[in-house]
């Protein structure tokens, strides 16, 4: 009960890449980039494990970027031409490669920091992708000039990368569309479509993570103009919960969702967002445990599981030591008192 978690993301050790930046450089090249990012996989493995969470993942430590991370190893993508484009709705700029042809894998995309995640430790594995719709907001298209249908040729490739990693021995694989809030329409016409055809064949648990973005500025503006009650959520639930994915993760700490809507993902295991990641203060175990037992009178307790509200990679790294710390805490004392 109140396994802990966290939506996938932690921050980069200085020595690996740029600090504090969503689009970090990297320090090194070649095969010392490689040695580099193996390393800061297992820093990360052994920090969530001595935090004592149950579910682990790799930190993300060998992306620069959660969707171009992805979006690097498939061919058909420009990214010596990059745009400048408005995504999440015009929400903030950034520079985007172009899909130019028909998508294909050039290879395995995770298959390396699983193995190494996989060899070092024995707790259960997660491991994240970028969702095929947030994918589809973050690339410029002048070749399929249809979202659904790059979505759906996106969704393909996600499911070849996924069926690899079951085999690997993940335990979870979870997909990240913080577009899901944004386009809500999309999402009950082609989104969990793509979804679904993404975890296709899988019997690993699968996942969809769905908040409102980084703590970077640009998001925390537009938090703002979402006025005294976010229910966006509302809006994609009901479908949600009819869907074939196990698990939802769902932002809650300090946001202004109604808690009550988690009743609508019926059935589902929620992962709730117990930890803020757009404030340096970290948590303490009682605010954390009584989120924790707000969401049971929404959710069966056999179904709540503890996480963070988002990815933590532009975060300080003592920072998020910290906040790992507290969300184990946290969800101890729950089930200390809720048991
Ligand atoms: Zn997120």
């Known amino acids: 009960m109140f396994e802990t ?12 890449a740029e600090t504090d930046k969503l689009w970090p450089a990297w320090k090194a090249a070649g095969a010392e980039l490689e ?20 579910i682990v993942t790799d930190g993300e430590q060998s992306r620069q970027h959660f969707v171009h991370g992805f979006l690097e190893s498939v061919e058909g993508i420009d990214f010596e031409h990059k745009v400048k484009m408005g ?3 015009n929400r903030y700029d950034a520079m985007v490669p172009v899909v130019v042809g028909p998508l294909r894998l050039k290879g395995r995309v995770h ?22 719709m947030t994918m589809v907001d973050t690339v410029s298209d002048s070749h399929y000039r249809d979202k659904a249908k790059l979505a759906m040729a996106l969704a393909e490739l996600l499911n070849q990368e996924a069926r690899a990693l079951e085999v690997q021995g993940v335990d979870v694989i979870q997909f990240d569309e913080p577009a899901f809030n ?43 103009s979402l006025g005294g009650q976010w229910r966006q959520y509302e809006e994609i639930f009901p479908a949600l919960a009819k869907s074939r994915l196990d698990q939802v993760s769902v932002e809650c700490m300090h946001s202004h969702v109604p808690m009550s809507l ?16 757009a404030s340096d203060r970290v948590e303490t175990p009682e605010e954390i445990a009584s989120l924790i037992a707000e969401a049971t009178k929404y959710v069966p307790k056999e179904h709540i599981f503890a996480c963070t509200n988002c990815g933590m990679a ?26």
Not at 9 to 15: A, N, Q, V
Not at 188 to 205: F, N, T, V, Y
């Open 35 to 54: 040695k580099a990012k193996r390393d800061a996989t297992l820093l990360w493995l052994k920090e969530q494990e001595d935090a004592g969470l149950d």
């Open 111 to 132: 298959q390396t920091e699983a193995r190494i995640a996989r060899a070092h430790t024995t707790r259960q594995l997660k491991i994240t992708m970028p969702g095929p």
């Open 182 to 224: 944004v386009y809500m329409d999309d999402v009950k016409r082609w989104g969990i479509e793509a979804l679904h055809r993404a975890i296709d064949g899988l019997k690993c648990r699968t996942a969809v993570h769905i908040c409102y973005g980084y703590g970077i500025q640009a998001n925390i503006d537009w938090k703002k």
């Open 314 to 339: 532009p975060m300080k790294r003592e920072v998020a030591v910290a906040k790992l710390q507290a969300l184990a805490a946290g969800a101890a004392l729950a089930r200390e008192r809720l048991a």
């Open 262 to 277: 988690l009743k609508l993902l019926g059935g589902k295991d929620v992962l709730v967002g117990a930890i803020d990641v």
């Open 5 to 16: 978690t966290i939506a996938g993301s932690l921050p980069k050790p200085f020595w690996l």
């Open 87 to 89: 995504i999440r709705n």
